[in-house]
């Protein structure tokens, strides 16, 4: 069994990450819906209300396992590859240098994620948003008929849309959550006097506070995300902004901060709990044979 400081094998975290992904995007998917349609500039009822809150299902189900797998795999690797760089130079721990590898390998772990997130992402936000029918398919399909008019690399283009303000969410946000949780962790194992796995329950509790703090924190960004993804056009982010403040002042940027805060906070606890507990039980099983 690997210890505190000795990451997974790239296969336990690549199945780990799937399993987390996809357990806390199907389980959770109803606080999503009503959190995309609270942000959505047409209003609560108008996106859709409390009704067909299952709307764009099927490209979570698609995302979510790669997502998560990219995430945890790109996390996992670069975290030992810096751990074993500053061991190399500076034997002597550092309490610095360690949140900082956390922050870093989190936020090169989104950005490989993203390259799976932001096309599901802009597929499952328009269905849950009622747009071209309110299913997966038909707002892919949507998508995609466009090649005619504006060619394959505008319907790229299309399906990356908000990339650039889907980074700027997700950095901030892992920056904060991750090197919590891995604090929180670490302070649970010295509470304990322990030196194995994290025990799950515990890895939960920490990714549900550390997830919390986190998402109220960029609710804004959230909110610029979804009303990039969700425009019938392309528009900066300075003009969605512009027009926010104008019309709205400051309030709407934080539309949906209960179910964000909710679905987050719960979430962190399924996605971290349940990474822990598939990452212990395949090491244990790997140890084991």
């Known amino acids: 069994m690997a210890s505190a400081s000795s990451p997974p094998p790239f296969q336990t975290a690549l199945l780990a990450g799937a399993l987390a992904g996809t357990t806390v995007d199907l389980s959770l998917f109803p606080l999503d819906t009503l959190k995309t349609r609270l942000q ?59 949140p900082l590898e956390h922050m870093l390998a989190a936020s090169l772990g989104e950005i490989a994620a993203c390259a799976v997130r932001v096309p599901t992402e802009v597929v499952k936000q328009r269905a849950q948003a009622g747009q071209h029918g309110g299913s997966s398919l038909s707002l892919l399909m949507a998508i995609l008929s466009q090649h005619r008019a504006i060619g394959l690399a505008g319907v790229w283009r299309e399906l990356y849309r908000g990339w650039g303000i889907t980074v700027m969410r997700e950095v901030p946000f892992t920056v904060l959550q991750f090197p919590m949780w891995e604090a929180l962790k670490g302070w649970g194992r010295e509470r304990r006097a322990r030196t194995g796995h994290g025990l799950a329950p515990e890895s939960a509790l920490y990714g549900s506070m550390a997830g919390a703090v986190a998402a109220g924190v960029t609710t804004p960004l959230d909110v610029l995300k979804t009303r990039v993804m969700l425009s019938t056009q392309r528009e900066s982010i300075a003009n969605i902004v512009r027009t926010i403040v104008q019309d709205h002042g400051v309030r709407p940027f934080f539309s949906g901060i209960g179910p964000r805060v909710m679905w987050i906070s719960i979430g962190g606890a399924i996605f971290l709990g349940s990474y822990q507990w598939a990452v212990n039980t395949m090491e244990k099983k790997r140890l084991a044979v």
């Open 40 to 98: 959505s500039s047409q209003g609560f009822f108008a996106a859709g209300g409390f009704r067909g809150i299952y709307r764009g299902v099927g490209s979570a189900v698609v995302g979510s396992a790669p997502g998560a797998a990219f995430f945890f795999c790109t996390y996992e690797a670069t975290k030992q590859a810096l751990t074993a760089r500053r061991t190399a130079l500076s034997p002597s721990d550092s309490p610095v240098s360690t």
